[in-house]
């Protein structure tokens, strides 16, 4: 995947227009760089990239390999206000949060009425930039059973490419469906009297 993303130096204490966003570039032995990026621009390329596709970074045509390791927010509109890019060393190992992505269909939901329960979302691993990946499979179609489970250590991890979690962390999982209880009809105190008023009629004749 091979995505490009322009930027210009910005100056210290130097006011954004709308359609731009601020940034700092770091990496290890380097010095930080302030820049600037179109805001439109870096939407778009992050919807492709998240934070594990590296990006070329293009500062006054100088091309830097980069991942994006942090955003800031506006608390109230949402909208993006900083983001952090670390530029990376392609023969040096890095960690990322690599998302999973659930497909199949499971035995046990679809016949045995099983619940799906999704407990990891992503995962942590090391490898070399060139080996990352967006995203990682995990197939439910194992889930045969009703306490079937999924764990960190089933995911097929590509060449090169290290889990830094503990493999028996559950993934997902299936759970029982849950049975609804029959609940007595309320008996209110009007059927009540009207019940004893019976008796007693019974008990005259």
Do not use: W
Not at 19 to 29: E, N, S, T
Not at 75 to 82: A, E, L, Q, S
Not at 180 to 186: D, I, K, M, R, T
């Amino acid at each position: 995947m091979d995505l490009k993303l322009s930027a210009q130096k910005r100056e210290k204490n130097e006011k954004m227009a709308a359609d731009f966003l601020a940034a700092i570039v770091y990496g290890k032995g380097l010095e930080n760089r302030s820049i600037k990026i179109n805001r439109i621009e870096f939407e778009k390329i992050f919807l492709q990239a998240g934070e594990t596709n590296l990006i070329n970074l293009d500062i006054d045509g100088k091309v830097a390999k980069v991942l994006v390791k942090d955003m800031q927010k506006d608390p109230v509109k949402d909208f993006v206000t900083h983001v952090d890019f670390y530029e990376v060393n392609m023969k040096e190992k890095v960690t990322a949060d690599v998302p999973l992505k659930f497909v199949g269909e499971s035995k046990a939901v679809k016949e045995l009425g099983g619940i799906l329960i999704k407990e990891v979302h992503e995962i942590k691993v090391e490898c070399l930039p060139g080996d990352l990946v967006d995203h990682l499979v995990v197939d439910i179609t194992i889930l045969e059973t009703l306490d079937g489970i999924i764990k960190i250590g089933d995911i097929k991890l590509p060449k090169g490419m290290e889990l830094l979690l503990d493999p028996e962390t559950t993934i997902a999982l299936i759970a029982e469906p849950k049975v609804q209880e029959e609940v007595a009809p309320e008996v209110t105190e009007e059927a009540k009297t009207d019940e004893a008023e019976k008796k007693e009629e019974k008990k005259t004749e």
